[in-house]
T-cell receptor, first 119, second 113 residues
Framework: GAGVSQSPSNKVTEKGKDVELRCDPI?????LYWYRQSLGQGLEFLIY????????KSGLPSDRFSAERTGGSVSTLTIQRTQQEDSAVYLC?????????????????FGPGTRLTVT | RKEVEQDPGPFNVPEGATVAFNCTYS??????FFWYRQDCRKEPKLLMS???SGNEDGRFTAQLNRASQYISLLIRDSKLSDSATYLC??????????????FGSGTQLTVLP
């Protein structure tokens, strides 16, 4: 079946511009996560959506970053007034809670990412 | 102390070798454990979940030691295609953030012909 898709695959923008990154999760997955990964670094959690609950924004690095999830499906990550340190690969993942019960977490499936370069 | 710690490697092994990676985690309340692999400039892909009793999937065996808070991954008869970075992944415990995963920085494996 279709996996997680993200667009654009690459984005080059000038410092100070706003960018929007899009994520289409796997159909039926109610949880959606955004991460970023700088070159040679590990994954940094940004934000988490679960169904209709308020999102967990604890990982957003500054108020220039925001995200929305419309209709419980597609999500958009917006970065305002981009800075060079925002350059990274932005990864989206989704998971299906019914695969596991209890208090644990579920397997996450990643999209191919958006490679953002701020010049 | 990092939430999830891995030896970054690199591990360079010949084809057919057996190689093992360990990972330690700091939150004793963590309930869910996974190994992901990430190829160069690609997204992480789930390799296997790690269950309390240990589990095996073909050439891959995962073990969990809750008392010592470490997870291991054993790869037998390694193939060239196993070359990748292996990420140890743990959830954030049983609190409200339990659904979140913390990713280790990864262990780089290169299988040599």
């Amino acid at each position: 079946g279709a996996g997680v898709s993200q667009s654009p695959s690459n984005k080059v923008t000038e410092k100070g511009k706003d960018v929007e990154l899009r994520c289409d999760p796997i159909s039926g997955h109610t949880a959606l996560y955004w991460y970023r990964q700088s070159l040679g670094q590990g994954l940094e959690f940004l934000i988490y959506f679960q169904g209709n609950s308020a999102p967990d924004k604890s990982g957003l690095p500054s108020d220039r970053f925001s995200a929305e999830r419309t209709g419980g499906s597609v999500s958009t990550l917006t970065i305002q007034r981009t800075q060079q340190e925002d350059s990274a690969v932005y990864l989206c993942a989704s998971s299906h809670p019914s695969r596991r019960q209890g208090v644990g977490a579920y397997e996450q499936y990643f999209g191919p990412g958006t490679r953002l370069t701020v010049t | 102390r990092k939430e999830v710690e891995q030896d970054p490697g690199p591990f360079n092994v010949p084809e057919g070798a057996t190689v093992a990676f360990n990972c330690t985690y700091s939150n004793s309340a963590s309930q869910s454990f996974f190994w992901y692999r990430q190829d160069c400039r690609k997204e992480p892909k789930l390799l296997m979940s790690v269950y309390s009793s240990g589990n095996e999937d073909g050439r891959f065996t995962a073990q969990l030691n809750r008392a010592s808070q470490y997870i291991s991954l054993l790869i037998r008869d390694s193939k060239l295609s196993d070359s990748a970075t292996y990420l140890c992944v743990v959830n954030k415990g049983s609190s409200g953030s339990a659904r979140q995963l913390t990713f280790g920085s990864g262990t780089q494996l290169t299988v040599l012909p």
